[in-house]
């Protein structure tokens, strides 16, 4: 299985050559700022799958904690990845070309959600990380 991906203007692009591993929705205050919204989903993906195909002299990255980047386009500031110490492990799956095949399995850092926002599915929620876990 192969996944596709663009940002909003189209000018950067990408391709994950494998599927997609884990999903969630998180909640933490830097996810919401960075994406406008009540929460942000990330798909985590293996390293090595990952590759861009266009408009990589685009992509901007802003270290939101020690050796973690989101990634986004410059043109159009869409938010397109993840990495850790400059591996891609992450991508937003609202930027992916269709059907990722995969949906989120929870919801994480509510206990610093939006105060007007509620949960209204059957995901498990964590108040941070899940136990065991690390997936975005």
Known sequence: MSVAGSCLCQSVRYEIDGELLDA?????SMCRKLHGAAFATYATVSPESFRWTSGEDLVTAFESSP??????CAKCGSSLAGSTEGRIDAV????????????P???????????WHEINDDLPCFDEWPPGDGWA
């Open 105 to 115: 399995r929870s919801h994480i850092f509510v206990g610093s959600k939006a105060e």
């Open 24 to 28: 969630g929705n998180c909640h933490c």
């Open 92 to 103: 937003t799956p609202g930027t992916i070309d269709g059907d990722p095949g995969i949906r």
């Open 67 to 72: 050796g973690q980047e989101r990634l986004f």
